[in-house]
């Protein structure tokens, strides 16, 4: 890229608050596109709740794999792997 004006102006416009995370916005901007709404929904919002979320997405990201070429999960599959975890916890809270 020969204008770096571009690039800053990227780089402020898809920043993220914490350090590795782009990618998990990403997914959940894509779950949304493809599940027209925001993940979670039903769920309660306490701690035992969070909880319950963080052990299962710790559980399913380690079950899913890195599609060759990629190096990183793709929004996609992260957007499945909090459809997968909604799933569960709704037939485990239910």
Same mark, same amino acid.
């Given at each position: 890229m020969s204008d770096s004006r571009f690039m800053w102006l990227w780089l402020r416009a898809h920043a993220t608050p914490f350090y590795d995370t782009y990618w998990v916005e990403r997914g959940l901007k894509e779950f949304e596109v493809i599940y027209k709404r925001k993940p979670f929904p039903a769920l309660a919002n306490d701690a035992q709740t969070k909880a319950h979320i963080e052990a *299962? /997405?710790?559980q399913y990201m380690q079950k899913t794999i890195v599609h060759f070429g990629e190096g990183r999960l793709n929004p996609s599959t992260i *957007? +499945?792997? /909090? +459809?997968?975890v909604e799933e569960e916890l709704s037939n485990v809270i239910a």
């Open positions: *299962a /997405m710790r *957007a +499945w792997v /909090m +459809w997968k």
